[in-house]
């Protein structure tokens, strides 16, 4: 009688584990079934195809012309030299203000971001992100240095009048002086930040013209 009873209680069991382990399988199954109907965004993928990547270009003339624009400045600077501390003082407290003024104007990444960007004279990408910031930014960045370098040159030929006057007396090394900060302001708007908008115009018109013709900017 134990022994049949015993022999039922292990039957009974065994069922039970079964339909336990079954529907255990049933719901493991639905579960997994489930987690691949989900959206992949829920694991870290996209369902959108990747964004194609922008052609890089390289512009042999804008490099040809950047050289020669290099080499313009070393010789103005030579032939307008009066005195070595006032050439550095000169040259870097007109770039060194306009930085400031910008990064006030701008923001720290934004003048980073456009000065790194200048390096599209030679290579740049198609199609290019934020052309029409970055003009708008180097047309500020021309007017800037523009009014640095006035400004620069008002108050260093006022400072000689006042503490130097016997240097004002002397038309050749008086005059080079004051007009030091407009030319090195020229330099460095002229030869290099005006011929980086003009190619970034140029860029934004080509991309125009190919979105209008229903073309790819890809390359």
């Not at 134990?2 to 079954?22: E, L, M, T, W």
């Not at 029409?132 to 009048?161: C, E, M, P, R, W």
Request: glycine fraction near 8%.
């Amino acid at each position: 009688m134990v022994a049949k009873d015993a022999a039922d209680f292990i039957d009974a069991s065994s069922d039970c584990c079964q339909a336990i382990g079954g529907l255990l399988s049933s719901s493991g199954c639905q579960f997994k079934a489930k987690l691949l109907q989900m959206p992949s965004q829920g694991r870290g993928e996209s369902d959108e195809a990747p964004a194609a990547q922008p052609t890089v270009l390289t512009d042999w003339g804008g490099a040809a012309a950047l050289l020669i624009c290099g080499l313009i400045p070393p010789v103005v600077i030579i032939l307008t030299a009066t005195n070595g501390a006032w050439e550095v003082a000169s040259l870097f407290g007109v770039i060194g203000t306009t930085v400031v003024l910008t990064v006030m104007s701008h923001g720290v990444r934004a003048t980073y971001a456009f000065f790194d960007r200048t390096s599209w004279i030679v290579r740049y990408p198609v199609p290019a992100p934020g052309l029409n910031g970055l003009i708008s930014q180097a047309k500020s960045v021309i007017a800037t240095v523009d009014a640095v370098g006035a400004f620069a040159s008002v108050v260093t030929g006022i400072a000689i009048l006042i503490y130097a006057p016997a240097v004002s007396t002397n038309p050749k090394v008086f005059v080079p002086i004051i007009l030091k900060p407009v030319i090195d302001a020229a330099l460095f708007s002229e030869f290099w930040i005006r011929p980086f908008k003009r190619k970034l115009q140029r860029m934004l018109t080509s991309q125009l013209e190919q979105t209008a013709r229903g073309t790819p900017t890809t390359a």
